[in-house]
């Protein structure tokens, strides 16, 4: 194996258990995009190209929009009306 590969799987080890981890739900749906896009270029270097732009589309694109989205329903993301309502108190 090259280092290149070594890298990303390591780098895929650390992403998935970082996101298991942190207890910010924002900083865990971020963690997760990387480690989608990290997937993506495995992908790729697997020589895999259609499921590389799977990857990137399901993984690093939709779902982390759908985990934004359900973030944001749960107010566990403020929006900036709300920062500044806050702010004015």
């Not at 090259?2 to 298991?20: D, R, S």
């Not at 895999?48 to 989205?69: K, N």
Request: proline content about 1%; hydrophobic content about 55%.
């Amino acid at each position: 194996m090259n280092l290149f590969v070594i890298m990303i799987l390591g780098f895929l080890v650390v992403c998935a258990i970082a996101t298991a981890v942190t207890r910010s739900l924002l900083a865990s749906v971020v963690i997760y995009m990387a480690y989608s896009v990290l997937m993506c270029l495995m992908w790729m270097v697997l020589e895999s190209p259609d499921l590389a732009v799977t990857e990137a589309a399901v993984g690093a694109g939709v779902t982390s929009l759908l985990f934004f989205i359900t973030l944001k329903k749960i107010h566990a993301i403020r929006g900036d009306e709300e920062e500044d309502h806050h702010e004015e108190k």
